[in-house]
């Protein structure tokens, strides 16, 4: 069922039981939502179209490859395709190697995304075997797709400024120092991630 707002809220209750800076901030900007997503591989093509471009943009080159290859966009359908086809739906030369990466790994059996580790850095390993797909990604992907509790993406920047306003630092933390500064958080880090990027922009914080 993944990260529901149900789940979140407790888990982000569970937390704040033990660290009242956080249980102040709730109080201050409320709880988060679920962002739930598919799970599967049209998720990590997603990913792959919506990359340094704006929302809208990467709107238009779904609508167009769902246009293309169908609703299912099944990934030996995109590898059929050439060059000029998926470039007239909007992917560049980097983002076609991406997604056919992901597609090869997929038909392959090589990337088995109904079955990836258990272990959250084992998983994140597997993700990461597809070009284009980073340690961001992935995380990403493993807290809203499959819902793991104590994803942790220390590399986000929104993560890394919520964490400095919430925690009263005098400059955003780095990665390294947001990963230590979660640790007390296990094994909740998933929802706690959402808070902070709920709470990220949030003037009350």
Avoid at 9 to 14: A, G, N, P, Q, T
Wanted: with cysteine.
């Amino acid at each position: 069922m993944g990260l529901t707002t149900t789940t979140i809220r407790h888990h982000l209750d569970v937390v704040a039981a033990d660290d009242p800076v956080v249980a102040s901030a709730i109080a201050r900007v409320g709880y988060p939502e679920e962002r739930i997503r598919e799970k599967g591989y049209r998720t990590l093509l997603r990913t792959i179209v919506g990359q340094q471009v704006s929302v809208a943009a990467a709107a238009s080159v779904w609508r167009k490859l769902e246009a293309e290859l169908g609703e299912d966009m099944h990934a030996h359908e995109l590898l059929s395709r050439d060059f000029d086809t998926l470039r007239a739906c909007g992917l560049s030369r980097q983002k076609q190697g991406y997604a056919r990466s992901l597609c090869e790994l997929v038909t392959s059996a090589e990337l088995d995304l109904e079955n990836l580790p258990q272990d959250d850095e084992d998983a994140i390993a597997e993700l990461t075997r597809i070009k284009g797909i980073g340690r961001w990604s992935a995380e990403i992907y493993l807290l809203f797709a499959e819902g793991r509790p104590d994803i942790w993406p220390a590399g986000d920047l929104a993560v890394q400024a919520a964490c400095a306003k919430m925690l009263d630092l005098p400059e955003r933390p780095g990665e390294k120092e947001t990963r230590a500064l979660a640790e007390k958080w296990k094994p909740h880090r998933g929802a706690m991630a959402i808070f902070t990027w709920h709470a990220y922009a949030d003037p009350a914080l």
